[in-house]
């Protein structure tokens, strides 16, 4: 586990061994930290991992949607993130997206 990460634990007054597992993705400890043990592990944060911790966030949060005893401030909250994590990947994917088009449009003008 990554130095930080266990320097957190140790302030805390947690062993790795207590972190809890749950089925629920926000509440499971265990599963939370290997998933920052392996950002941290992976060495420099670029556009495509930020797009895909973003799309996982979705995931999570789309999970929880199907919950119907959720109560109405959490579902208000969560579509706040939901919101906001689709819209950082519309604007990693957008520029991509639109060099495409250019090309496919330029490439059109080519042939004709």
Same mark, same amino acid.
Not at 39 to 55: M, P
Not at 87 to 104: F, G, H, S, Y
């Given at each position: 586990?990554?130095? /930080?990460?266990? #320097?957190? &634990?140790?302030?805390? +007054? ?7 597992? =749950?089925?629920?993705? &926000? ?11 392996? !950002? ?7 556009? =495509?991992? /930020? ?8 995931? /999570? ?7 119907? =005893? +959720?109560? %109405?401030?959490?579902?208000? #909250?969560?579509? !706040?993130?939901? %919101? !906001? *994590?689709? !819209?950082?990947?519309?604007? /990693?994917?957008?520029?991509? %997206? ?6 496919? *449009?330029? %490439?059109?003008? &080519? +042939?004709?």
């Amino acid at each position: 586990m990554h130095n /930080i990460l266990l #320097r957190l &634990l140790e302030k805390r +007054n947690i062993k790795k061994e207590d972190l809890k597992y =749950d089925e629920n993705p &926000l509440l499971n400890e265990k599963q939370k930290f290997a998933e920052w043990d392996r !950002v941290l592990s992976e060495g420099e944060i670029n556009a =495509d991992k /930020i797009k895909e911790f973003c799309k996982n966030q979705i995931k /999570i949060i789309e999970l929880q949607w199907k919950n119907l =005893d +959720n109560d %109405t401030q959490k579902n208000e #909250r969560l579509i !706040v993130f939901h %919101t !906001v *994590y689709s !819209v950082l990947v519309n604007l /990693i994917e957008a520029p991509q %997206t639109e060099k495409e088009n250019l090309e496919k *449009y330029l %490439t059109e003008l &080519l +042939n004709k």
